[in-house]
């Protein structure tokens, strides 16, 4: 992920209904220790890549040995593609080339779908945060993974 992309990540995040972070989070996020696990995936329309479309991303912060996942959304019409998936293994695998031991994030409750694709790789609900998201307000369901 560069600063060129995050307009594209923005418009991504409102598609997906996520907490909403802002282009200027998304920017400070940028300038940190955690760049590498800023990534976002293109669909090739032509030979540059640089100008082609962002299908989706995904956020991540490592600290501690613990990885943690902020923000991941792919856009709707291009869900089910695995792309969510790629994106995730790369985090994960990033992760793991830095030593990390677990991996935390939190899911809204009602999004069966990415609990789904979480399980598939790994991750196992550990806790449940009440109204921890706003707009609309729902539960968040924590889920782990031990990396080692």
């Known amino acids: 992920m560069s600063e060129h992309d995050l307009l594209e990540v923005v418009e991504i995040e409102e598609q997906s209904g996520l907490s909403r972070w802002g282009w200027a989070a998304y920017y400070a996020e940028l300038q ?20 082609a479309p962002i299908a989706g991303y995904i956020v991540a912060r490592e600290t501690a040995g613990e990885l943690h996942i902020n923000n991941f959304a792919v856009r709707p019409e291009f869900r089910r593609c695995g792309i969510g998936a790629t994106l995730l293994n790369q985090v994960l695998d990033e992760a793991r080339r830095r030593k990390a031991n677990a991996a935390f994030l939190e899911v809204r409750s009602t999004n069966h779908v990415a609990q789904a694709l979480y399980e598939k790789s790994g991750f196992r609900p550990i806790a449940r945060r009440a109204n921890y998201y706003s707009e609309p307000v729902e539960d968040a369901v924590v889920m782990s993974m031990e990396l080692g």
């Open 32 to 51: 940190g220790a955690n760049r590498e696990l800023m990534l976002v995936a293109r669909i090739a329309k032509s030979a540059n890549l640089e100008s």
